[in-house]
């Protein structure tokens, strides 16, 4: 029995064409004779006579229908499936959420947690979902699979090797340069041999589907956001076995094999190009050479992806499974290596790490458990410190400006966060706005709200402001309207970018525990500056990107004590506090000079203070910044301010304060 597919191909470029011409192709010269093709609909955003021009281009029958948009497409009832050739997930989601089946060109998504939802989707409306990796299905890479897993030719399996580098024209108004249509050398080129490093590794028997240990680094654009090169070393302990994976946007492989898999037997060579391998040599060490050849008709658009997984219309649970897997090496809790403030894994147009989000809003309930067991026990014995450095840092502020006689509060500055602060006694910050981006479950939000100043509280989980404000309302000092409360306090589900975009500005930002948590720290810290009136004041608080920093915060807080859960941090991530403070000088001018040495001394940055009256000779009458060393003394169950001075007091846990020029 013939099964026959009615195909609704969405977009019209190059990658559809070919894709549309290999249907039409007769079954056959595939050694295909079970199912059929039929392309009843073709859409175009932009116009319906490019869908005309498309249909009469690619040889298709009269009969199919030319649409105008995307929208149109999908509701054609005559339509099972739908190519998408725009790697895009909101299209993707338009056609699923239309009943349509969907392949997609890769990368149908830009993050893990997004291909995650897209087969949380198609598995609810029981339909076929897959990414349009046809290397997977090639009769060549299924013998490569059958020799190595079950026949094992090359014995025990010791490394892969896999490249796939081509050189495209530098222009920033490329999908290839634009990283939220998933352009750079990763997202775009990179699947390939990722690809190969899942078929041989990950999919070997004996390593039965356990994730690698991931290592990257990146080589970025100069003209966007985007990664040129691309090299990863992908580790999988449970065989012994590791892969390098390479992938470039301005070079070219180098010839003549693409993927190389090297076992204690021999080695196995691929050619010519890692997504369309049409021929494999195989060397064992005690024989000659064989080289093995598999032609592949057209574009290698196969149908055994769709014959194998479809099977007359079930949703293919196996691919969105694998499908999220790779998602999850790729863009998961493994990030790879971007160095510096540079870093860029998903979306120009915002910071934020979606991944970073779930993991906290998993963990939204536990906010307010004080217990020796609490998630977030830490930051409950942390917030005291850095709220009376925070205070400390206004009231140096205000007596370099001579203008300490406006404030009250001050000469009370040793009681603050003690039972004064809590019963609203104590309030230095009266009349002061005070944004606290990344609030979480509001800690630090209420302890401002209480000096006295009118708090807003915004985070991008939505549960952790449910948490926050639940628990605000368990204290009826505090509201959102200055004249029925004592306390003005408010949170929203929102952004940094999305509080820019609309303009609003603050005397003080707060961005506590944030920074190393973003995917472009660079993007995240001018936004945050930009919310900062002329004259106020950002207070950061985040790790150092050091030896000792992942011997404490990862090895030790996380895998040894338990006080953190695994996962919570990423070493890559952290931020030097020279990188700060390189930002806030050359970027945004924020910080006019340095005294005493070089910026990139950590210890030299941590007690100069940046240019403090007490600092060297010639230093401003005024201070500009401040990195200040914070520390956890767990005999004691207590986090501490260092000493200015303190050699090494920066390279762990740190706080950072920066005023804006007016």
Known sequence: ???????????????????????????????????????IAVGSSSSIDKSKEFITKVGADSSVIPCGSYEELVKIADVDIIYIA??????????????KHVLCEYAVTINARQAAHLARVATEKKLFLMEAVWTRFFPISREIQRLVHQEKVLGELRRVYADLAMMFRKDPESRLYKPELGGGALLDLGIYPFTWAFMILHDHPDNQKTKPHVTANILKSKLTPVDETTSATLVFDKIQATAHLTCSMTSKTMQPYCVSIQGEKGYLHVAPAPYRPETFVLSLYDQEPTTHEFKIPGQGKYDVSLTTLLGGGRMCEADSRWQVAVGEILFGGQHLVYGGLGRVLQNSKSSINTDEIAHFSRLSSQWWDESDNGEFLPLHRMNPVRVRWMVEKLREARKDDAKEEEWRGWRELDRVQSSDVEEGNVRPMEGMSVLDIGCGGGLLSESLSRLGAR???????????????????????????????????????????????????????????????????????????????????????TIARTPIAYFLSILMAENVLGIVERGTHTHSKFINPSELVAFFRDDLGWISRTFGGSVGELD??????FGRPEGPVGAPTRTEAEVRGIAYMPWKGTWELLPRGMLGSVECNYLFWVGKPL
């Open 604 to 609: 030299i940055a941590g007690w100069l203070g």
């Open 455 to 541: 708090a807003l509280g915004v985070d991008a989980s939505q549960p952790n402001i449910n948490i926050a404000k639940i628990h605000a309302s368990t204290d009826p000092s505090f509201g959102t309207d200055g004249a029925s409360a004592k306390n003005v306090l408010d949170y929203r589900h929102a952004t940094a970018e999305e509080l820019v975009r609309e303009g609003a500005q603050f005397d003080a930002v707060c961005a506590m525990e944030v920074v190393e948590h973003v995917d472009r720290p660079s993007e995240f810290l001018r936004n945050c500056g930009q919310l900062v009136k002329p004259g106020g004041h950002l207070f950061l608080s």
């Open 86 to 99: 725009t790697p895009h997930r909101q299209n993707a989601l338009l056609a699923l959420e239309a009943g």
């Open 1 to 39: 029995m013939v099964y026959t597919l009615r195909w609704g191909i969405l977009a019209t470029g190059g990658i559809a064409e070919a894709f549309a011409k290999d249907l039409l192709a007769d079954p056959a010269a595939r050694d295909t004779r079970d199912v059929a093709h039929k392309i």
